[in-house]
């Protein structure tokens, strides 16, 4: 019996699986987020990291990571070459052999594809759009934060957020329902109170008031508010463009393109006014009928089917 192992990094928390031959999980580890981007000790430290979670998830297996055939990471912020060699230097000079890696977007085409073809958009704490087409060319638009224009990650919309409170509160601008829950919520009694909240998701436990955050501005929209609604409809747009520049530029056979959604902000809010604006405009940009899949499976899943598509022929 083969073993392999699938990582998943992101930039808030890197999920470690092993799998046997069979694609059957055997072990699962939850650990640190490994993207370089955000830490401190940038490549070294989120190398550092991903050998002590793989580490951890032998241990937990009672394996030993010598023993296992190959290794397959979809890391976050690994979107150019240089970041890529930089990444599997350090690796190797650790000690990893035998494993590959990818920008975590496309391990969301192999978790959720039915085909293997697919175009992939992921909305997690950040955003990127990738696509694997019918040939196995590759394709990642996004994922370069304010640099690639990126709205929809978790943090931008907590940002936003707070912004159109902001707007409301110091300078007059339209009102937002935002404003209202974030008062209620914490207890608010001054426009001055609301600062405070940046100190908040900022400090230790910054992740709760980021999703509340995130909640507040769902259900502003669901709620019909005017500021929250016109901000989904950018993010949809900004998506649908995304979608639609990969579905141009690979080659994707049949009468339909699979399009993956993923992460927690694409499948797991109640958040239909930009789902829906999403997914009218991007198969209007595309001019080609478009076949939206919701993630269901853990993205790390799509790694053990990638290592069996492409890395374990001829093993042994």
């Known amino acids: 019996m083969k073993y392999y192992i699938g990582v998943d990094g992101g930039g808030t928390k890197t999920a470690y699986a092993l799998f046997d031959e069979n694609k059957t999980m055997l072990a699962l580890h939850e650990g640190k987020g490994s993207n370089h981007e955000n830490l401190e000790g940038s490549f ?22 010598a023993d296992i055939s190959f290794t397959l990471m979809g890391l976050a912020g690994i979107d150019h070459p240089y970041q890529y060699e930089k990444m599997c230097a350090l690796l190797k000079e650790k000690g990893l052999k035998n494993f590959e890696i990818y920008n975590d977007g496309f391990i969301v085409v192999k978790a959720g594809s039915e085909t293997g073809a697919a175009i992939g958009y992921n909305c997690g704490t950040g955003v990127c759009c990738n696509g694997i087409d019918s040939s196995g060319r590759m394709l990642q ?57 940046i100190e908040k998701t900022e400090g230790p436990g910054g992740g709760e008031h980021i999703r509340n955050l995130i909640s507040f501005f769902f259900e502003a929209a669901k709620q019909g508010d005017g500021p929250a609604l016109a901000y989904c409809e950018a993010m949809a747009e900004r998506g649908a463009r995304a979608i639609s520049s990969v579905a141009r530029e690979l080659d994707f056979e049949g009468n339909e393109i699979e399009v993956v959604l993923s992460g927690s902000i694409n499948v797991k809010l109640d958040n239909a006014a930009y789902l829906d604006s999403l997914m009218k405009k991007a198969e209007e940009y595309c001019g080609r009928k478009l076949k939206f899949i919701k993630l269901t499976q853990p993205p790390v899943t799509g790694c053990i089917n990638w290592i069996m598509q492409d890395f374990a022929c001829g093993e042994g």
């Open 44 to 65: 070294d430290e989120a190398s550092d990291y991903i050998m002590d979670g793989l580490l951890a998830l032998c241990e937990k297996a009672g394996a030993d990571l």
């Open 141 to 197: 638009l996004m994922g370069l934060g304010a640099f690639s224009g990126d709205i929809s990650g978790g943090t931008d919309i907590a940002v936003k957020a707070f912004n159109l409170a902001y707007n409301e509160l110091f300078l007059g601008m339209e009102k937002t329902l935002i404003t209202a829950f974030i008062a209620d919520t914490y207890g608010f009694k001054s426009k001055e109170d609301y600062l405070t909240l």
